[in-house]
């Protein structure tokens, strides 16, 4: 790809040349197609559209400075796939088949994995949509997998850089035995209301509180919640937040840097004694929060007063970062290199 500017990119659609598709039918998945049209041929009453059945993974390909593309811990976005399938009772997609469709739509699209040294990926998109036809509500009997990808930055414009974000208890992302813990559309619909009045009061994005007490910190709206305070990386353990594989891997990169690892219930209060706050994820990676408003009262809390990411922030981020690019060794086996 020439005249690009990859350290410009925004997260967003990007059309690449190629898809790829499978379908699930009489009880078993199909042959793997390529597809070069940004289209799909719906029934309309796919339950996908009507009941929500519909799932989706994010992921990302990373260019290393030796110009080998790696995928980070594919496997666990595959786990996360199934769960999120039996969660609302889609077919499962085997990890075999997950694992051929990715690769294959990352190599049939590799002029768009941006080159080394941008901050820039490629990213994939998974989805599992049911495309059976239901009036009532009940689940499809078939199913279509795609994987579709295209080139990104990171998904707050600051990139590594302090954002501000709003604590709202006027609305809630997930219910407490909801499904605020799998990946499913659904979720995201529900927090479009707060996280586009969030983005025009000029926050980048929503903290969610647990639902239920509305005393603990659930999550952002794209991402996981961490916090820094005497050397102890602090993360929110909740039925209705999703299991992020960043966090997840955050958390064992902090006990290798010689941090206390806490995952518990994470008490809004408790904001003010922290030293750095920020949120994780695929797309997010690691965006630094500098501070964080209660939308309610108006309280604020500063984490970033320099204006800059802390500095055990600053640490987790380039050696998750360096593992990602190749550029530190892969010690947990979290690495796929595509040949
Ligand atoms: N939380 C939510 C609601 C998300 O959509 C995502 C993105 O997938 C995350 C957290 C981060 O998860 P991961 O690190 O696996 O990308
Ligand atoms: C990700 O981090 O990969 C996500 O899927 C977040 C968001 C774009 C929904």
Redesign the pocket.
């Known amino acids: 790809m020439q005249n690009m500017d990859w350290g410009k990119l925004p997260f967003g659609y990007f059309k690449t040349d190629y898809n790829v598709r499978c379908y699930y039918r009489d009880g078993k998945w199909g042959e793997v197609e390529v597809s070069s049209s940004e289209y799909i041929n719906i029934h309309m009453a796919a339950t996908s559209l009507h009941y929500g059945q519909e799932a989706f993974?994010?992921m990302k390909a990373y260019r290393g400075k030796d110009g080998k593309i790696r995928l980070f811990r594919w496997q666990?976005?595959a786990k996360?796939m199934r769960k999120s399938a039996d969660g609302i009772l889609m077919a499962r997609v085997p990890d075999e088949l997950f694992f051929e469709m990715v690769s294959k739509a990352v190599k049939l699209n590799e002029r768009f994995v941006p080159p080394f040294g941008h901050g820039a990926a490629l990213y994939i998109r998974p989805l599992l949509i049911g495309t059976g036809v239901q009036v009532g509500v009940s689940p499809a009997k078939e199913y279509m997998f795609m994987v579709f990808v295209g080139p990104v930055g990171p998904y707050f414009k600051e990139g590594f850089n302090p954002v501000s974000m709003q604590i709202i208890s006027d609305f809630d992302?997930a219910a407490p035995l909801g499904t605020g813990h799998i990946?499913v559309g659904g979720?995201?619909a529900g927090s479009l209301f707060a996280m586009e009045r969030a983005k025009a009061e000029g926050y980048a994005s929503v903290i969610f509180l647990e639902a239920k007490e509305k005393k603990y910190i659930d999550?952002?709206?794209?991402?996981?919640f961490f916090a820094i305070k005497d050397n102890t990386y602090i993360t929110p353990k909740s039925n209705s937040?999703?299991?992020?594989?960043?966090?997840m891997s955050l958390m064992t990169l902090a006990e290798d840097l010689g941090l206390k690892v806490d995952r518990r219930q994470v008490a809004v209060e408790e904001l003010d004694a922290f030293e750095e706050a920020g949120a994780?994820?695929?797309?997010?990676i690691i965006s630094p929060i500098g501070k964080i408003t209660i939308r309610e009262t108006g309280k604020v809390y500063e984490f970033a007063k320099d204006g800059k990411a802390g500095p055990v922030s600053t640490k987790l981020f380039k050696k998750l970062q360096g593992i990602q690019y190749g550029e530190e060794p892969d010690t947990h086996g979290w690495v796929t290199i595509l040949d």
Do not use: F, M
């Not at 999550?219 to 996981?224: H, K, L, T, V």
């Not at 937040?241 to 966090?247: A, K, R």
């Not at 994780?280 to 997010?284: D, E, K, L, W, Y």
């Open positions: 993974e994010g666990e976005n996360r992302r990946k979720n995201y999550e952002a709206g794209p991402a996981n937040i999703l299991p992020s594989i960043t966090n994780c994820g695929t797309a997010a």
